[in-house]
């Protein structure tokens, strides 16, 4: 029996096709039916348009879509022979402002979809969270607009720079922020201090908490998602940031990476048409985001997670709560790093001489996002743009499922939506 589920409340929406056998799912295929049209949207236009047009294909991970254009712009300047260097200043801002937005995402899809679904799964009616969510991702919000004037939708990276041009007074406003949201973390989120947090080791640390995150943590337990949504245990990290380290892992051994092997195809969708591509390594699934950092990045507790339950629900979940903790942290060791007497930016030539492609590859808050652009005198030839969402929730074929669609094999159809919603869900980065 084949049953349609519509998934709302991620950015955009997606419907899931359920092949039930025995009351559990034998097999699912995914489709994104909302077209948007942004790469055709930037076909002719100046290769700065891309500044502000990127931007607004998500209005959650807008800024990482900023970061991968400039990225993707000064490659080409590079590749054109006008390579340009940037100072330490605008390099730890633009890390700055991309670490808020990731931590803002977290704590939307923390407070906002995952403890409420997972209520949902243990019969609770007690938890609610969602104002939790909006708030402490405003407080990240405000931090980045110290720099990037508003959020979302900044344009505020350029090639050669950053327009922001900061203050010890917007240094002082940019920790008070932070120091804020760190403080909602302990109190809200976690129930201990964040150094403490830092230094667990085990997931039986969470034992003696009484908290938004030691809930959670138990309640994913009670419904044995420790024992389920397990995908290829193969994980995909490819920005390079103070925050990530690229590499491809199989299980826990990391291989090198090279963003020129990574490929799109067309996604398997019988039921709906789909306006997604898969997006392949090598011509392989792997699983990005949060729990491939932590494990390329060799994050302790983690790591001791994935030695017990492996890629499971558990582990993706945690993994993120993880990353919140790891970035607040990361956050203010940036801020501390700052020299405001360095330059905002440095100038190169105008874009009219530059015929080039450029490709800019960024961490975004669900994993690597690319964008590739081929310009001819400074206009735009073609763009594309890879998303994390295509590496993990793509439709393929029963013998090649994708990393979600293998996840959600073998589990009830509520317990499927739940491991799909795990990934962190977005439709309008990938539907472009």
């Excluded at 349609?4 to 009351?23: C, R, V, W, Y």
């Excluded at 994980?235 to 299980?251: D, E, N």
Aim: proline residues 4%.
């Amino acid at each position: 029996m084949i049953t349609k589920q519509l998934i709302d409340q991620i950015e955009g929406e997606a419907s899931i096709f359920f092949d039930i056998k025995d009351n559990v799912v034998d097999f699912a295929t995914i489709a994104f039916p909302h077209f948007r049209g942004i790469e055709s949207i930037l076909k002719g236009k100046n290769a700065l348009d891309a500044l502000v047009i990127t931007p607004r294909v998500c209005g959650i991970c807008g800024h990482a879509h900023l970061m991968a254009t400039v990225r993707a712009i000064e490659d080409a300047y590079k590749n054109a022979g006008y390579p340009i260097e940037l100072s330490k200043k605008i390099t730890i801002i633009r890390e700055f402002t991309l670490v808020m937005e990731i931590i803002q995402n977290h704590f939307k899809w923390i407070y906002l979809t995952i403890i409420p679904e997972v209520a949902k799964l243990n019969n609770s009616t007690k938890v609610q969270t969602p104002l939790k969510g909006a708030y402490a991702a405003s407080i990240a919000s405000k931090a980045i607009a110290v720099f990037a004037g508003q959020w979302p939708h900044s344009s505020y990276m350029i090639p050669g720079g950053i327009t922001a041009d900061p203050t010890n007074i917007d240094l002082l406003k940019a920790e008070s922020y932070v120091d804020e949201l760190i403080s909602f973390f302990e109190k809200e989120s976690i129930g201990v201090s964040l150094d403490a947090f830092l230094s667990f080791e085990s997931c039986k640390d969470f034992n003696t908490l009484k908290s938004d995150f030691s809930y959670l943590e138990s309640s994913l337990m009670n419904i044995k998602m420790n024992e389920k949504g397990f995908a290829y245990d193969r994980f995909l990290v490819i920005g390079t940031h103070t925050f990530s380290k690229p590499s491809k892992l199989k299980q826990t051994r990391p291989f090198s990476i090279d963003a020129k092997y990574v490929t799109t195809v067309d996604t398997y969708s019988p039921d709906q048409a789909s306006y997604a591509k898969n997006a392949q390594y090598k011509n392989a699934f792997y699983e990005t985001g949060p729990l491939a950092r932590a494990m390329a990045g060799n994050l302790k507790i983690v790591k001791n997670m994935h030695r017990r339950f492996k890629d499971s629900a558990y582990t993706r979940v945690m993994a993120r709560v993880f990353e919140v903790a790891t970035l607040l942290e990361h956050a203010k060791e940036l801020l501390s790093g700052i020299d405001i007497s360095q330059k905002s930016f440095l100038k190169s030539v105008d874009i009219s001489k530059i015929t080039a492609r450029g490709v800019g590859v960024v961490e975004a808050p669900r994993g690597p996002l690319l964008h590739t652009v081929d310009i001819k005198d400074g206009l735009i030839q073609e763009y594309k743009i890879v998303t994390p969402t295509q590496f993990n929730i793509g439709s393929s074929t029963k013998t090649n499922p994708t990393p979600a669609q293998k996840a959600m094999m073998k589990t009830t159809q509520d317990e499927a939506v739940f491991i799909f919603r795990t990934f962190d869900v977005c439709s309008v980065c990938t539907t472009h």
